[in-house]
């Protein structure tokens, strides 16, 4: 079957340009009205489970190949309940100190309903889903975080209901 | 053979990020997990012995039910933090 | 009252620049976790108004000061809603063509469930409420757009709900 | 002195993007509209006579009922549509 939407996924340890993914979300999906991105990036840390200290970075597990085939199968499936022109996914790991990005997720589509929905979408999944591990460093040592609770209630929304 | 992948707190538990087990004597996840802790240290019994890990087998999630064949991947997978 | 919040509104016949404007997000809000962009842009058009043809440009007027008055007042009722960091609305007016860029949200906050719904509730607001005309222009006349019932319908979402 | 705009639509059918109207005898938008309508073309007179544009006075959304003073500025607004 003819794809219907364009599909881009790189997870690494580089820094992205959000301008350069823009332009190729634009490129890409020449037809396309409305396009939504979304960036994240580390906070300022204080970390409980390192009693209070602030973190020196975070760092990034993740597993190879799955988690690349995981991030194409989240696109698909938010591509079958909110169809769009394109869809990027990227995603770094390795160490990512304060105030640098993360991860970030951009969808063109004709109307901007579904460029949200979409990207919202494969964020809640992405965070509970997809096979990446962050701990938290700082002096005293480290700590694996688990998928926040807030986190699986945004990705359960998606079950009952249309949109959240 | 079966080839072992270990992740985050369960790698740190293991001491290792991939070990190959040999496929005799084992048929699904459960019987796999117990001839990982004969071979590996007391951290990762207790970690893995709560179930609550995801397990993957040839990079699709699968349950602690799961059949085993020899050649597979298996990965051990604390609950993700990703994004 | 101090304010809680940074705010920017632009509007003008110049175009914007999608990575600079992310860069002074990510400047006033430092301690933001997520930053959701939008941006509108102008579809290969065929009016059904004028006969089918296709849109050789769109045309954008406003009423300055109130539009300028009005976006400001849309991002503070969207703070009051989702709180967020910062909050950027630039809007182009004048003939803008296709393929161009027209209207630019970015909302940065500490989580991406607030600049998700933060930046789509002034989206659905800007579209509904502030003070922008446009008409699409071709060879056989011109056509003034009114505000589309779609878009009527995601603006009255927010009245009974806290989201869509 | 009334100070009077016209947008979109509106504009096109006023032939102008504003004027000033003598503040004399006008209390409300009402009478500034019947006004209008004896100084500019019938155009006009069959675009506001529905009373489905928006009002603005000093860059606020009024109603029609609105009252009307001397040195205010009063837009008419179709239906917005930008975004």
């Known amino acids: 079957m003819t794809p219907t939407y364009h599909s881009y996924v790189w997870i690494g340890e580089a820094d992205f340009d959000v301008a350069h993914e823009y332009r190729k979300a634009c490129d890409v999906s020449p037809h396309a009205g409305a396009v939504v991105f979304f960036v994240g990036l580390v906070r300022d840390l204080y970390s409980e489970q390192l009693k209070g200290e602030s973190v020196d970075y975070i760092e990034l ?7 690349e085939s995981l991030c194409a199968n989240i696109i698909q499936q938010a591509f079958e309940r909110h169809p769009f022109d394109s869809a990027r996914v990227l995603h770094r790991v390795g160490k990512i100190h304060s105030g640098e990005q993360i991860v970030m997720v951009v969808v063109a589509s004709q109307h901007r309903e579904n460029a949200f929905q979409a990207s919202q979408f494969i964020m809640d999944y992405l965070k509970t889903r997809a096979t990446f591990w962050k701990r938290e460093v700082g002096s005293r040592g480290s700590n694996w975080l688990g998928v926040k609770d807030k986190d699986k209630v945004a990705a359960e929304r998606w079950k009952n209901n249309d949109q959240p | 053979m079966i080839r072992v992948l270990f992740f985050a707190g369960l790698r740190d538990a293991a ?68 994004g």
Chains 1, 3 share one sequence.
Do not use: C, N
């Open chain 1, 61 to 67: 597990q993740h597993y190879p190949q799955m988690t």
């Open chain 2, 15 to 82: 001491q290792t990020d991939k070990m190959d087990v040999d496929a005799m004597g084992i048929t699904d996840v459960r019987s796999l997990v117990a001839e990982l802790i004969r071979q590996l240290p007391q951290e990762l019994s207790d970690a893995l012995s709560d179930e609550t890990a995801m397990v993957s087998i040839d990079h699709q999630y699968a349950g602690w039910d799961a059949g085993i064949v020899d050649g597979v991947e298996v990965g051990f997978l604390p609950p993700v933090s990703g």
